[in-house]
C-alpha cells in the first residue's frame, strides 16, 4: 500500500461544481502539502501545513481551500471549480527531522473541469 | 522572485547515449537542491545537494551542484528506454521549512 494515499486519482467535474480531494499518508509525517502540476510550469505549492493547527497558503491559493483534519490527512476544496483549475494535483508529505527537504509524493489526482 | 530553470524543455536520444540535464536557480536563500524523477504517477527522489563540488552518485546517475554559478546538472549515462521519464529539480529556499520551488523539468525520452 502507498505510504501517501490520493483519492480519487481521476475525476471529471462542470464548472461551479464543489470538489474536494484527499489525502492521507502513514508516514508519521506532520508537514503536508498540495501541488498542482501544469504542462510547462511544473509543480506549484497551493496551500502546506506544518501541523494539526498550522495551515499556510502557498504561491497560488486563490480558488482553493485545505483542511487538515488530523495529522494523517490533508484535504483540498475547490468551493467553485473552474477550467482553468484542470491539472495534475499531488499531495505530499516531509520529516524535517531528516533534514533533506525531500518531499514523498502521493499518486496525483488528475482532476478536469468543462 | 525566486525561481528555478531548467533546459532543455525535452530531450530525444537512443539507448546508450549520454545525457546532461541543467538547472539554474534565483533564490533569495538556498539550503539544498533536489532531483526527482517523475514516471507516469508520483515523482520520486533521486539526489540532494548541498555543497558545491561534490558528485552524487546512484548507478547511472549522478549530479553536482556550483553553487557559484547557481547550477546543478543531472548526468545520465548508458541511457535505457526506462531512463525515460520527466527530471524536475527543485530548490529548498528556507531554512528547515521545505517548501521546495520546482522547475519545470526536462522531459526525457530515449528511444531503443
Known amino acids: 500500500d502507498a505510504d501517501v494515499t490520493q483519492t480519487p486519482r481521476n475525476r471529471i467535474t462542470k464548472t461551479g461544481k464543489r470538489i474536494m480531494l484527499e489525502c492521507s499518508q502513514t508516514?508519521?509525517?506532520?508537514?503536508m502539502y498540495w501541488y498542482r502540476q501544469d504542462p510547462g510550469l511544473g509543480l506549484r505549492l497551493i496551500y502546506y501545513?506544518?501541523?494539526?493547527?498550522?495551515?499556510n497558503k502557498g504561491e497560488i491559493s486563490d480558488g482553493y481551500s485545505v483542511s487538515r483534519q488530523a495529522q494523517a490527512k490533508f484535504s483540498l476544496s475547490l468551493e467553485s471549480a473552474i477550467p482553468n483549475q484542470t491539472a495534475l494535483y499531488f499531495c505530499?508529505?516531509?520529516?524535517?527531522?531528516?533534514?533533506?527537504?525531500?518531499?514523498?509524493f502521493g499518486e496525483g489526482s488528475r482532476l478536469t473541469v468543462l | 522572485e525566486d525561481k528555478v530553470v531548467q533546459s532543455p524543455l525535452s530531450l530525444v536520444v537512443h539507448e546508450g547515449d549520454t545525457v546532461t540535464l541543467n538547472c539554474s536557480y534565483e533564490?533569495?536563500?538556498?539550503?539544498?537542491l533536489l532531483w526527482y524523477k517523475q514516471e507516469k504517477k508520483a515523482p520520486t527522489f533521486l539526489f540532494m545537494l548541498?555543497?558545491?563540488?561534490i558528485e552524487k552518485k546512484s548507478g547511472r546517475l549522478s549530479s553536482i551542484l556550483d553553487k557559484k554559478e547557481l547550477s546543478s546538472i543531472l548526468n545520465i549515462t548508458a541511457t535505457q528506454t526506462g531512463d525515460s521519464a520527466i527530471y524536475l529539480c527543485?530548490?529548498?529556499?528556507?531554512?528547515?521549512?521545505?517548501?521546495?520551488?520546482f522547475g519545470t523539468g526536462t522531459r526525457l525520452q530515449v528511444f531503443p
Open positions: 548541498t555543497s558545491s563540488g
Open positions: 527543485a530548490v529548498d529556499p528556507f531554512y528547515n521549512t521545505d517548501k521546495l520551488i
Open positions: 505530499a508529505t516531509s520529516d524535517p527531522g531528516q533534514n533533506t527537504g525531500e518531499l514523498f
Open positions: 501545513s506544518f501541523d494539526v493547527k498550522d495551515i
Open positions: 508516514k508519521g509525517h506532520d508537514r
Open positions: 533564490v533569495t536563500n538556498f539550503r539544498s
